[in-house]
């Protein structure tokens, strides 16, 4: 990958209108000129941040997915918190991030259903999350029955909070359900 060109500030504000446009109306209904717009950039201003829509959209969802992992990090790393509140907060830190707001359904269409622009992009940021997840179950020392793997802990409670995102109205609903998934799934 070759260096960015431009400003970086002006690029994340750049790469933030591009998330909500492309959320908004998907990757085919996206033009440069809607982003242009939304980021109150010139058409020519934007193609000399990014080399053509492709570009874009790859960056915006790398720049979302890896403001998210340091979320999840930060909430895995947080010290004195036991596990349950560090696994619930990275849980919504990766996932609740836009529940309850317009943009869930279409960040999380653009994020999980992918396109081929996207490449493994973001199947390794899911992998990332899922063996950060793991390990915090791993170090944290509590029994896990033989049966089952830290690793399968993890993604189960993926799977629970991606059921959830969608059913409920709001993030505090979110958050209050991840915390039954949690101690169920960390329960002896």
Do not use: C
């Not at 996206?30 to 829509?53: C, E, N, W």
């Not at 793991?134 to 033989?146: C, E, M, N, T």
């Amino acid at each position: 990958m070759t260096a960015p060109r431009g400003d970086t500030r002006r690029r994340e504000q750049v790469l933030a209108a591009a998330l909500t446009v492309f959320a908004t109306f998907g990757y085919r209904r996206t033009s440069m000129d809607a982003v242009a717009r939304a980021a109150d950039i010139s058409r020519p201003g934007l193609y000399f941040l990014f080399s053509g829509k492709e570009e874009l959209f790859r960056e915006t969802v790398r720049q979302e997915l890896d403001r998210a992992l340091a979320d999840v990090r930060t909430a895995l790393d947080a010290p004195g918190a036991d596990l349950g509140t560090r696994l619930v907060a990275a849980l919504d830190a990766h996932l609740g991030r836009y529940v309850g707001t317009y943009l869930n359904e279409g960040v999380d269409d653009l994020l999980e259903h992918g396109t081929a622009q996207l490449h493994n992009l973001y199947d390794d940021y899911r992998d990332a999350f899922l063996d950060a997840l793991a390990k915090a179950i791993a170090d944290s020392g509590r029994p896990v029955p033989d049966t089952v793997t830290p690793r399968q802990i993890a993604e189960v409670l993926q799977a629970a909070g991606e059921g959830w995102k969608h059913r409920v109205a709001d993030r505090t609903e979110f958050v209050r359900r991840l915390g039954v998934a949690v101690r169920v799934a960390l329960r002896p």
